[in-house]
Protein backbone atom coordinates (compact mmCIF):
# COMPACT_ATOMS: atom_id res chain seq x y z
CA UNK A 1 0.00 0.00 0.00
CA UNK A 2 1.02 3.67 -1.02
CA UNK A 3 1.74 5.85 1.99
CA UNK A 4 -1.01 8.13 2.37
CA UNK A 5 0.95 11.08 3.93
CA UNK A 6 4.04 11.90 2.31
CA UNK A 7 6.78 14.77 3.89
CA UNK A 8 5.28 17.71 1.79
CA UNK A 9 1.82 16.85 3.11
CA UNK A 10 2.63 17.28 7.08
CA UNK A 11 5.44 19.88 6.31
CA UNK A 12 4.80 23.32 7.72
CA UNK A 13 3.10 26.41 5.53
CA UNK A 14 6.02 28.82 4.70
CA UNK A 15 3.24 31.35 3.79
CA UNK A 16 0.65 33.71 6.07
CA UNK A 17 -2.08 33.87 2.94
CA UNK A 18 -2.64 30.76 0.10
CA UNK A 19 -2.86 34.31 -2.12
CA UNK A 20 -1.57 37.43 -1.70
CA UNK A 21 -1.55 40.34 -4.21
CA UNK A 22 0.42 43.89 -3.62
CA UNK A 23 -0.60 46.83 -6.35
CA UNK A 24 -1.76 43.89 -8.89
CA UNK A 25 -2.43 44.94 -12.33
CA UNK A 26 -3.13 43.21 -15.00
CA UNK A 27 -3.62 44.69 -18.88
CA UNK A 28 -6.48 42.88 -21.05
CA UNK A 29 -5.55 43.77 -25.10
CA UNK A 30 -3.44 46.87 -25.58
CA UNK A 31 -5.30 49.27 -23.29
CA UNK A 32 -7.37 48.01 -20.65
CA UNK A 33 -6.68 47.53 -17.02
CA UNK A 34 -8.57 44.83 -15.97
CA UNK A 35 -7.15 44.91 -12.45
CA UNK A 36 -5.94 48.02 -11.70
CA UNK A 37 -4.12 48.35 -8.55
CA UNK A 38 -5.44 45.28 -6.11
CA UNK A 39 -4.56 44.61 -2.79
CA UNK A 40 -5.66 41.42 -1.27
CA UNK A 41 -5.07 38.32 1.01
CA UNK A 42 -6.52 35.19 1.06
CA UNK A 43 -6.26 32.43 3.56
CA UNK A 44 -8.38 29.25 3.84
CA UNK A 45 -11.77 29.39 3.49
CA UNK A 46 -14.20 29.72 0.67
CA UNK A 47 -14.25 33.37 -0.78
CA UNK A 48 -17.03 34.46 -2.70
CA UNK A 49 -15.92 37.39 -5.47
CA UNK A 50 -18.30 39.55 -6.92
CA UNK A 51 -19.52 42.34 -8.63
CA UNK A 52 -20.99 43.70 -11.71
CA UNK A 53 -19.82 42.34 -15.27
CA UNK A 54 -16.96 43.63 -16.56
CA UNK A 55 -15.50 43.86 -13.09
CA UNK A 56 -12.41 42.50 -13.90
CA UNK A 57 -13.54 39.23 -12.38
CA UNK A 58 -11.98 37.09 -15.23
CA UNK A 59 -9.52 38.52 -15.49
CA UNK A 60 -8.42 38.39 -11.89
CA UNK A 61 -9.21 34.61 -11.67
CA UNK A 62 -7.30 33.72 -14.71
CA UNK A 63 -4.14 35.39 -13.82
CA UNK A 64 -4.30 33.56 -10.19
CA UNK A 65 -4.67 30.50 -12.51
CA UNK A 66 -1.12 31.83 -14.10
CA UNK A 67 -3.06 32.00 -17.37
CA UNK A 68 -2.46 35.09 -17.40
CA UNK A 69 1.19 37.17 -16.40
CA UNK A 70 0.75 40.36 -14.08
CA UNK A 71 1.55 43.64 -16.19
CA UNK A 72 2.44 45.02 -12.38
CA UNK A 73 2.60 44.85 -8.92
CA UNK A 74 3.50 41.65 -7.05
CA UNK A 75 1.55 38.60 -6.63
CA UNK A 76 2.25 35.67 -4.15
CA UNK A 77 0.85 32.30 -4.65
CA UNK A 78 1.26 29.58 -1.89
CA UNK A 79 4.22 31.75 -0.87
CA UNK A 80 5.81 31.59 -4.62
CA UNK A 81 5.94 34.62 -6.23
CA UNK A 82 4.26 34.89 -9.88
CA UNK A 83 5.67 36.34 -12.92
CA UNK A 84 7.48 36.15 -16.57
CA UNK A 85 10.00 33.74 -17.22
CA UNK A 86 9.28 31.84 -14.03
CA UNK A 87 8.69 28.43 -13.83
CA UNK A 88 5.39 27.80 -12.57
CA UNK A 89 5.24 23.97 -12.90
CA UNK A 90 5.51 23.53 -8.79
CA UNK A 91 2.96 25.85 -8.15
CA UNK A 92 0.50 24.81 -10.81
CA UNK A 93 0.59 21.21 -9.58
CA UNK A 94 -1.36 22.40 -6.35
CA UNK A 95 -3.98 25.07 -8.73
CA UNK A 96 -7.30 23.85 -9.52
CA UNK A 97 -9.10 25.97 -11.82
CA UNK A 98 -12.47 26.26 -13.66
CA UNK A 99 -12.70 28.52 -16.39
CA UNK A 100 -15.93 30.37 -17.23
CA UNK A 101 -16.41 28.96 -20.84
CA UNK A 102 -14.52 25.72 -20.58
CA UNK A 103 -14.22 23.98 -24.03
CA UNK A 104 -12.91 20.29 -23.88
CA UNK A 105 -12.60 17.61 -26.28
CA UNK A 106 -16.19 16.06 -26.69
CA UNK A 107 -15.36 13.10 -27.89
CA UNK A 108 -13.50 12.05 -24.45
CA UNK A 109 -15.70 10.23 -21.56
CA UNK A 110 -15.72 12.02 -18.57
CA UNK A 111 -13.57 9.47 -16.99
CA UNK A 112 -11.52 10.13 -19.96
CA UNK A 113 -11.81 14.04 -19.43
CA UNK A 114 -10.69 14.13 -16.07
CA UNK A 115 -7.85 11.79 -16.28
CA UNK A 116 -6.48 13.67 -19.16
CA UNK A 117 -6.73 16.70 -17.07
CA UNK A 118 -5.35 14.43 -14.17
CA UNK A 119 -2.01 14.08 -16.26
CA UNK A 120 -1.86 17.26 -17.36
CA UNK A 121 -1.66 18.36 -13.12
CA UNK A 122 1.15 15.96 -13.02
CA UNK A 123 -0.89 13.61 -10.30
CA UNK A 124 1.58 10.50 -9.92
CA UNK A 125 0.54 8.20 -11.87
CA UNK A 126 -0.49 5.46 -9.69
CA UNK A 127 -2.85 8.02 -7.61
CA UNK A 128 -4.67 8.79 -11.12
CA UNK A 129 -7.58 6.06 -11.00
CA UNK A 130 -8.52 6.83 -7.67
CA UNK A 131 -8.50 10.41 -7.86
CA UNK A 132 -10.40 10.49 -10.91
CA UNK A 133 -13.17 8.20 -9.27
CA UNK A 134 -13.19 10.35 -6.16
CA UNK A 135 -13.59 13.43 -8.34
CA UNK A 136 -16.30 12.24 -10.68
CA UNK A 137 -18.13 11.15 -7.33
CA UNK A 138 -17.79 14.04 -5.68
CA UNK A 139 -19.73 15.84 -8.34
CA UNK A 140 -22.03 13.09 -8.20
CA UNK A 141 -21.17 11.94 -11.93
CA UNK A 142 -19.99 8.50 -11.14
CA UNK A 143 -23.26 6.78 -13.43
CA UNK A 144 -22.15 9.26 -16.65
CA UNK A 145 -18.49 8.49 -16.14
CA UNK A 146 -18.24 6.45 -19.24
CA UNK A 147 -20.51 8.46 -20.77
CA UNK A 148 -19.40 10.96 -24.29
CA UNK A 149 -18.74 14.60 -22.75
CA UNK A 150 -20.79 15.66 -25.87
CA UNK A 151 -24.22 13.14 -24.51
CA UNK A 152 -23.86 15.46 -21.12
CA UNK A 153 -26.44 18.50 -20.19
CA UNK A 154 -24.85 21.75 -19.73
CA UNK A 155 -25.33 21.17 -16.18
CA UNK A 156 -23.30 17.87 -16.17
CA UNK A 157 -20.40 19.47 -18.17
CA UNK A 158 -20.14 22.15 -15.48
CA UNK A 159 -19.88 19.34 -12.92
CA UNK A 160 -17.43 17.52 -15.07
CA UNK A 161 -15.31 20.90 -15.15
CA UNK A 162 -15.79 21.11 -10.99
CA UNK A 163 -14.45 17.20 -10.95
CA UNK A 164 -10.89 18.08 -13.50
CA UNK A 165 -10.48 21.21 -11.01
CA UNK A 166 -10.54 19.39 -7.92
CA UNK A 167 -8.95 16.10 -9.22
CA UNK A 168 -5.46 17.23 -8.04
CA UNK A 169 -6.80 18.02 -4.38
CA UNK A 170 -5.76 21.78 -5.00
CA UNK A 171 -4.29 24.07 -2.34
CA UNK A 172 -5.93 27.07 -4.27
CA UNK A 173 -9.09 26.41 -5.81
CA UNK A 174 -10.22 29.23 -8.33
CA UNK A 175 -14.29 28.60 -9.57
CA UNK A 176 -15.15 31.03 -12.40
CA UNK A 177 -19.07 31.08 -12.34
CA UNK A 178 -19.05 27.74 -11.36
CA UNK A 179 -22.65 27.93 -10.51
CA UNK A 180 -23.99 29.04 -14.14
CA UNK A 181 -26.35 25.74 -15.77
CA UNK A 182 -27.17 24.05 -12.48
CA UNK A 183 -30.65 23.39 -11.47
CA UNK A 184 -31.39 24.47 -8.03
CA UNK A 185 -30.72 20.91 -6.59
CA UNK A 186 -27.81 20.99 -8.28
CA UNK A 187 -26.61 24.31 -7.15
CA UNK A 188 -27.55 23.37 -3.33
CA UNK A 189 -25.33 20.56 -3.46
CA UNK A 190 -22.72 22.34 -4.76
CA UNK A 191 -22.79 25.02 -2.01
CA UNK A 192 -22.61 21.98 0.21
CA UNK A 193 -19.05 20.61 -1.48
CA UNK A 194 -17.57 24.24 -1.70
CA UNK A 195 -18.13 24.31 2.68
CA UNK A 196 -16.58 21.47 2.55
CA UNK A 197 -13.83 22.60 -0.16
CA UNK A 198 -13.16 25.59 1.79
CA UNK A 199 -12.02 23.71 5.10
CA UNK A 200 -8.54 23.25 3.97
CA UNK A 201 -8.50 25.04 0.53
CA UNK A 202 -8.26 28.39 -0.60
CA UNK A 203 -11.24 28.27 -2.65
CA UNK A 204 -11.95 31.42 -4.79
CA UNK A 205 -15.42 31.39 -6.43
CA UNK A 206 -16.99 34.51 -8.71
CA UNK A 207 -20.28 34.80 -9.16
CA UNK A 208 -22.76 37.24 -9.48
CA UNK A 209 -25.49 35.34 -7.55
CA UNK A 210 -25.25 37.06 -4.23
CA UNK A 211 -27.18 34.30 -2.34
CA UNK A 212 -24.70 31.87 -3.67
CA UNK A 213 -22.53 34.19 -1.38
CA UNK A 214 -24.55 34.08 1.39
CA UNK A 215 -24.86 30.34 1.31
CA UNK A 216 -21.49 29.11 0.88
CA UNK A 217 -18.82 31.47 1.54
CA UNK A 218 -17.20 32.34 4.53
CA UNK A 219 -15.78 35.53 3.30
CA UNK A 220 -16.77 37.99 0.57
CA UNK A 221 -14.62 40.19 -1.74
CA UNK A 222 -16.47 42.57 -4.09
CA UNK A 223 -14.68 44.01 -6.67
CA UNK A 224 -14.68 46.70 -8.88
CA UNK A 225 -13.34 48.54 -11.92
CA UNK A 226 -10.57 46.14 -11.16
CA UNK A 227 -10.53 47.64 -7.68
CA UNK A 228 -11.36 45.92 -4.22
CA UNK A 229 -14.32 47.34 -3.10
CA UNK A 230 -15.19 45.43 0.05
CA UNK A 231 -13.55 42.69 1.62
CA UNK A 232 -15.46 40.83 5.25
CA UNK A 233 -17.96 38.35 6.26
CA UNK A 234 -21.25 38.01 4.59
CA UNK A 235 -22.40 39.59 7.61
CA UNK A 236 -20.34 42.42 7.08
CA UNK A 237 -21.52 42.84 3.53
CA UNK A 238 -25.47 43.16 4.85
CA UNK A 239 -24.38 45.33 7.42
CA UNK A 240 -23.35 47.69 5.11
CA UNK A 241 -27.16 48.37 3.28
CA UNK A 242 -29.65 49.87 4.50
CA UNK A 243 -33.69 49.28 3.64
CA UNK A 244 -33.15 52.95 1.30
CA UNK A 245 -31.14 50.82 -1.13
CA UNK A 246 -32.13 48.67 -4.07
CA UNK A 247 -32.42 44.60 -3.35
CA UNK A 248 -34.54 42.07 -2.16
CA UNK A 249 -32.18 40.88 0.62
CA UNK A 250 -29.87 41.78 2.84
CA UNK A 251 -27.05 41.13 1.06
CA UNK A 252 -28.58 42.37 -1.96
CA UNK A 253 -28.77 45.60 -0.57
CA UNK A 254 -25.37 45.89 0.77
CA UNK A 255 -23.85 44.65 -2.36
CA UNK A 256 -25.66 47.64 -4.00
CA UNK A 257 -25.10 50.24 -1.21
CA UNK A 258 -21.13 49.04 -1.36
CA UNK A 259 -20.73 49.72 -5.22
CA UNK A 260 -23.09 53.31 -4.97
CA UNK A 261 -20.66 54.28 -2.35
CA UNK A 262 -17.80 53.35 -4.30
CA UNK A 263 -19.20 55.56 -6.97
CA UNK A 264 -18.89 52.78 -9.71
CA UNK A 265 -22.72 51.52 -10.66
CA UNK A 266 -22.29 53.30 -14.14
CA UNK A 267 -25.21 52.82 -17.12
CA UNK A 268 -28.61 52.60 -16.24
CA UNK A 269 -28.00 48.76 -15.69
CA UNK B 1 2.14 -8.14 19.23
CA UNK B 2 4.94 -10.40 18.17
CA UNK B 3 7.13 -9.57 15.61
CA UNK B 4 5.48 -8.23 12.54
CA UNK B 5 2.32 -9.68 12.77
CA UNK B 6 -0.54 -9.63 15.34
CA UNK B 7 -0.94 -12.02 17.27
CA UNK B 8 -3.94 -14.81 17.25
CA UNK B 9 -5.45 -14.11 20.61
CA UNK B 10 -5.59 -10.57 19.71
CA UNK B 11 -6.86 -10.64 16.75
CA UNK B 12 -9.77 -13.13 18.46
CA UNK B 13 -10.48 -10.75 21.12
CA UNK B 14 -11.13 -8.27 18.10
CA UNK B 15 -13.29 -10.00 15.92
CA UNK B 16 -15.20 -10.82 19.34
CA UNK B 17 -15.96 -7.08 19.55
CA UNK B 18 -14.34 -7.05 23.35
CA UNK B 19 -15.07 -4.51 25.13
CA UNK B 20 -11.90 -4.86 27.28
CA UNK B 21 -9.49 -4.33 24.56
CA UNK B 22 -7.51 -0.84 24.88
CA UNK B 23 -8.28 1.89 22.56
CA UNK B 24 -4.96 2.21 21.13
CA UNK B 25 -4.35 -1.32 20.69
CA UNK B 26 -7.77 -1.21 18.60
CA UNK B 27 -6.32 1.59 16.71
CA UNK B 28 -2.65 0.06 15.81
CA UNK B 29 -4.26 -3.24 14.84
CA UNK B 30 -6.70 -1.35 12.44
CA UNK B 31 -3.61 0.26 10.88
CA UNK B 32 -1.69 -2.83 10.65
CA UNK B 33 -4.88 -4.84 9.39
CA UNK B 34 -5.42 -2.55 6.90
CA UNK B 35 -1.82 -3.00 5.15
CA UNK B 36 -1.47 -6.38 6.20
CA UNK B 37 -3.14 -9.41 3.96
CA UNK B 38 -2.45 -12.58 6.24
CA UNK B 39 -3.43 -10.91 9.45
CA UNK B 40 -6.78 -10.01 7.55
CA UNK B 41 -7.19 -13.53 6.17
CA UNK B 42 -6.60 -14.98 10.06
CA UNK B 43 -9.47 -12.26 10.80
CA UNK B 44 -11.85 -13.54 8.45
CA UNK B 45 -10.88 -16.91 9.74
CA UNK B 46 -11.52 -15.61 13.52
CA UNK B 47 -15.21 -14.13 12.90
CA UNK B 48 -16.45 -17.26 11.28
CA UNK B 49 -15.57 -19.12 14.17
CA UNK B 50 -15.22 -17.11 17.01
CA UNK B 51 -18.15 -14.54 16.41
CA UNK B 52 -20.93 -16.49 14.54
CA UNK B 53 -23.31 -13.77 15.45
CA UNK B 54 -21.23 -11.04 13.18
CA UNK B 55 -20.96 -14.11 10.43
CA UNK B 56 -24.81 -14.85 9.86
CA UNK B 57 -25.32 -10.72 9.84
CA UNK B 58 -22.92 -10.97 6.96
CA UNK B 59 -24.79 -13.69 5.51
CA UNK B 60 -27.86 -12.07 5.64
CA UNK B 61 -27.04 -8.60 4.06
CA UNK B 62 -25.18 -10.55 0.95
CA UNK B 63 -28.16 -12.55 0.99
CA UNK B 64 -30.29 -9.77 0.88
CA UNK B 65 -28.20 -7.65 -1.66
CA UNK B 66 -27.14 -10.68 -3.95
CA UNK B 67 -30.44 -9.86 -6.39
CA UNK B 68 -29.68 -6.54 -6.92
CA UNK B 69 -25.88 -7.10 -7.64
CA UNK B 70 -26.89 -9.45 -9.85
CA UNK B 71 -29.07 -7.50 -11.59
CA UNK B 72 -26.13 -4.41 -12.03
CA UNK B 73 -24.46 -4.66 -15.17
CA UNK B 74 -21.35 -3.15 -15.41
CA UNK B 75 -21.13 -0.67 -17.94
CA UNK B 76 -19.15 -1.24 -21.02
CA UNK B 77 -15.94 0.71 -20.92
CA UNK B 78 -16.22 3.43 -23.92
CA UNK B 79 -12.27 3.66 -24.22
CA UNK B 80 -11.32 3.58 -27.74
CA UNK B 81 -7.78 5.21 -27.41
CA UNK B 82 -5.07 4.41 -25.66
CA UNK B 83 -3.84 6.43 -22.34
CA UNK B 84 -0.61 7.15 -24.04
CA UNK B 85 -2.63 9.11 -27.08
CA UNK B 86 -3.56 11.62 -25.09
CA UNK B 87 -0.61 12.09 -24.20
CA UNK B 88 1.29 12.71 -27.47
CA UNK B 89 -1.50 14.65 -29.48
CA UNK B 90 -4.84 16.49 -28.73
CA UNK B 91 -7.92 15.90 -30.80
CA UNK B 92 -7.61 19.40 -32.03
CA UNK B 93 -4.52 18.18 -33.57
CA UNK B 94 -6.13 15.35 -35.82
CA UNK B 95 -7.66 17.19 -38.55
CA UNK B 96 -4.32 19.28 -38.97
CA UNK B 97 -2.39 16.25 -39.73
CA UNK B 98 -4.62 14.67 -41.83
CA UNK B 99 -4.37 17.51 -43.90
CA UNK B 100 -0.68 17.78 -43.78
CA UNK B 101 -0.51 14.32 -45.22
CA UNK B 102 -3.07 14.96 -47.50
CA UNK B 103 -1.20 17.57 -48.62
CA UNK B 104 1.85 15.83 -48.75
CA UNK B 105 0.72 12.23 -51.06
CA UNK B 106 -1.12 15.86 -53.34
CA UNK B 107 2.48 17.21 -53.72
CA UNK B 108 3.44 13.74 -54.72
CA UNK B 109 1.18 13.33 -57.50
CA UNK B 110 1.70 16.37 -59.07
CA UNK B 111 5.06 15.77 -58.70
CA UNK B 112 4.48 12.21 -60.88
CA UNK B 113 2.29 13.70 -63.17
CA UNK B 114 2.46 17.17 -63.85
CA UNK B 115 4.32 19.09 -66.52
CA UNK B 116 7.26 19.82 -65.10
CA UNK B 117 7.35 23.79 -65.54
CA UNK B 118 4.23 23.98 -63.48
CA UNK B 119 7.25 24.34 -60.55
CA UNK B 120 9.84 25.32 -63.01
CA UNK B 121 12.86 23.06 -61.89
CA UNK B 122 12.37 22.09 -58.56
CA UNK B 123 9.67 19.38 -57.46
CA UNK B 124 6.37 20.53 -55.68
CA UNK B 125 7.25 18.00 -52.86
CA UNK B 126 10.26 19.89 -52.06
CA UNK B 127 9.00 23.73 -52.73
CA UNK B 128 6.54 22.65 -49.30
CA UNK B 129 8.62 19.98 -47.24
CA UNK B 130 10.11 22.55 -45.29
CA UNK B 131 6.50 24.21 -44.31
CA UNK B 132 4.96 20.97 -44.15
CA UNK B 133 4.87 20.13 -40.53
CA UNK B 134 4.24 23.47 -39.94
CA UNK B 135 0.35 23.13 -39.93
CA UNK B 136 0.47 20.84 -37.07
CA UNK B 137 2.69 22.62 -34.65
CA UNK B 138 0.31 25.68 -35.10
CA UNK B 139 -2.33 23.41 -33.81
CA UNK B 140 -0.13 21.67 -30.91
CA UNK B 141 -0.83 25.20 -29.16
CA UNK B 142 -3.26 27.57 -29.89
CA UNK B 143 -5.98 29.03 -28.20
CA UNK B 144 -8.58 29.52 -31.26
CA UNK B 145 -7.96 26.02 -32.34
CA UNK B 146 -7.57 23.78 -29.61
CA UNK B 147 -11.03 24.15 -27.70
CA UNK B 148 -9.41 23.01 -23.93
CA UNK B 149 -6.82 25.54 -24.33
CA UNK B 150 -7.77 27.08 -21.69
CA UNK B 151 -7.92 24.31 -19.18
CA UNK B 152 -4.53 23.28 -20.42
CA UNK B 153 -2.57 26.50 -19.51
CA UNK B 154 -2.82 26.87 -16.36
CA UNK B 155 -1.81 23.19 -15.63
CA UNK B 156 1.66 21.65 -14.68
CA UNK B 157 2.62 20.32 -17.50
CA UNK B 158 1.95 23.33 -19.81
CA UNK B 159 4.61 24.67 -21.18
CA UNK B 160 8.07 23.97 -23.42
CA UNK B 161 7.84 20.03 -22.45
CA UNK B 162 4.22 19.77 -23.39
CA UNK B 163 4.85 21.74 -26.65
CA UNK B 164 7.85 19.16 -27.81
CA UNK B 165 5.86 16.32 -26.85
CA UNK B 166 3.15 17.46 -29.58
CA UNK B 167 5.76 18.73 -32.16
CA UNK B 168 7.38 15.40 -32.14
CA UNK B 169 4.18 14.05 -32.29
CA UNK B 170 3.57 16.02 -35.63
CA UNK B 171 6.96 14.96 -37.07
CA UNK B 172 6.17 11.91 -36.49
CA UNK B 173 3.49 11.60 -38.60
CA UNK B 174 4.81 13.99 -41.25
CA UNK B 175 8.34 12.75 -42.07
CA UNK B 176 7.57 9.57 -42.68
CA UNK B 177 5.32 10.35 -45.51
CA UNK B 178 8.13 12.71 -46.81
CA UNK B 179 10.56 10.03 -46.70
CA UNK B 180 8.47 7.83 -48.20
CA UNK B 181 7.57 10.10 -50.79
CA UNK B 182 11.32 11.43 -52.02
CA UNK B 183 12.10 7.31 -51.98
CA UNK B 184 9.53 6.77 -54.24
CA UNK B 185 10.19 10.04 -56.86
CA UNK B 186 13.32 9.97 -56.45
CA UNK B 187 14.05 13.60 -57.00
CA UNK B 188 15.82 14.73 -53.27
CA UNK B 189 18.02 13.07 -51.17
CA UNK B 190 16.30 13.31 -46.99
CA UNK B 191 18.96 15.77 -45.98
CA UNK B 192 17.83 18.15 -49.02
CA UNK B 193 14.22 18.49 -47.17
CA UNK B 194 14.86 16.77 -43.57
CA UNK B 195 16.93 20.10 -42.26
CA UNK B 196 14.84 22.64 -43.64
CA UNK B 197 11.71 21.02 -42.28
CA UNK B 198 13.34 20.84 -39.08
CA UNK B 199 15.02 24.43 -39.05
CA UNK B 200 11.61 25.72 -39.68
CA UNK B 201 10.04 24.20 -36.96
CA UNK B 202 12.66 25.11 -34.21
CA UNK B 203 12.31 28.64 -36.02
CA UNK B 204 8.32 28.87 -35.24
CA UNK B 205 8.81 27.32 -31.82
CA UNK B 206 11.53 29.76 -31.04
CA UNK B 207 9.66 32.85 -32.35
CA UNK B 208 6.63 31.00 -30.91
CA UNK B 209 8.04 31.94 -27.36
CA UNK B 210 7.19 35.80 -28.21
CA UNK B 211 4.42 36.00 -30.26
CA UNK B 212 2.88 32.59 -29.49
CA UNK B 213 3.21 29.28 -31.70
CA UNK B 214 0.21 29.63 -33.67
CA UNK B 215 1.19 33.11 -34.78
CA UNK B 216 4.74 32.12 -35.51
CA UNK B 217 3.92 29.09 -37.73
CA UNK B 218 1.43 30.53 -39.77
CA UNK B 219 4.07 33.58 -40.08
CA UNK B 220 6.79 31.70 -40.93
CA UNK B 221 4.91 29.22 -43.68
CA UNK B 222 2.91 32.58 -45.29
CA UNK B 223 6.78 33.56 -45.53
CA UNK B 224 7.40 30.80 -47.33
CA UNK B 225 3.95 30.62 -49.86
CA UNK B 226 4.71 34.35 -50.97
CA UNK B 227 9.06 34.02 -51.39
CA UNK B 228 9.28 30.77 -52.77
CA UNK B 229 6.43 28.62 -54.32
CA UNK B 230 4.23 31.98 -55.58
CA UNK B 231 7.10 33.19 -57.52
CA UNK B 232 8.01 29.79 -58.76
CA UNK B 233 4.81 29.10 -60.08
CA UNK B 234 3.97 32.45 -61.56
CA UNK B 235 7.48 33.00 -63.61
CA UNK B 236 8.39 29.09 -63.44
CA UNK B 237 11.59 29.29 -61.57
CA UNK B 238 12.56 30.03 -57.79
CA UNK B 239 14.25 33.22 -57.57
CA UNK B 240 18.22 32.78 -57.96
CA UNK B 241 19.03 34.07 -54.12
CA UNK B 242 16.44 31.02 -52.82
CA UNK B 243 17.40 28.89 -55.38
CA UNK B 244 20.82 28.71 -53.62
CA UNK B 245 19.31 27.97 -50.10
CA UNK B 246 17.42 24.63 -51.89
CA UNK B 247 20.71 23.09 -53.66
CA UNK B 248 22.06 20.13 -51.90
CA UNK B 249 25.54 22.26 -50.73
CA UNK B 250 23.95 24.79 -48.74
CA UNK B 251 22.71 22.74 -46.42
CA UNK B 252 25.18 24.17 -43.55
CA UNK B 253 22.53 27.28 -44.06
CA UNK B 254 19.71 25.20 -43.20
CA UNK B 255 21.82 23.67 -39.78
CA UNK B 256 22.81 26.56 -38.84
CA UNK B 257 18.82 27.92 -38.81
CA UNK B 258 18.21 24.84 -36.98
CA UNK B 259 20.83 25.08 -34.47
CA UNK B 260 20.24 29.04 -33.75
CA UNK B 261 16.55 27.94 -33.14
CA UNK B 262 17.46 24.90 -30.42
CA UNK B 263 19.45 27.32 -29.12
CA UNK B 264 16.98 30.64 -28.73
CA UNK B 265 14.34 27.97 -27.04
CA UNK B 266 16.59 26.57 -24.43
CA UNK B 267 17.32 30.16 -23.65
CA UNK B 268 13.67 31.06 -23.69
CA UNK B 269 12.29 27.52 -21.71
CA UNK B 270 10.52 29.27 -19.29
CA UNK B 271 8.38 31.81 -21.75
CA UNK B 272 6.55 29.31 -22.67
CA UNK B 273 4.61 27.74 -19.35
CA UNK B 274 2.80 31.82 -20.13
CA UNK B 275 2.15 31.96 -23.50
Not at chain 1, 58 to 64: D, E, K, N, V
Not at chain 1, 161 to 175: E, K, M, T
Not at chain 2, 252 to 271: C, D
Request: charged residues 15%; glycine residues 10%.
Amino acid sequence: MTPTTSAADTAPNTYAWEIRAGGLRVRVGRKKMAVDGLDLSLGTGTHGLLGPNGAGKTTLIRTLATVLRPTEGELELLGTSVGAMVDHRALRRRIGYLPQDFGYYKRFTVREFVEYMAWLKEVPKPHVPAAVQRAVERVGLADRADHRMKTLSGGMVRRAGIAQAIVNDPAVLLLDEPTVGLDPAQRLRFRELLQELGRDTCVVVSTHLVEDVAAACSDVVLFADGRLVFQGTPDDLAAAGSPDHPGDSPLERGYSALLQGSGRQGGTW
Amino acid sequence: MSGEHASRQLIDDYARGDATMAADTVWALEAHLETCAPCRSHLAACVATEAPGIAALLDTVRAGLEPQLDAAVRAPSRRVRPRWVAAWLTPAMAPWLVMTVVVTLMALLLDAVASPSFFGDISPVLAIAPVLPLCGVAASWSSGLDPAHELTASTARAGLPLLLRRTTAVLVVVLPGLLVGGWLTGTMTAAQWLLPSLAFTSTALALGSVVGVTRAATGLAVAWGVLVVVPASVTGHVPLVLRLVLQTDQLPVWGLLLALGIGAVIARRNAYSTL
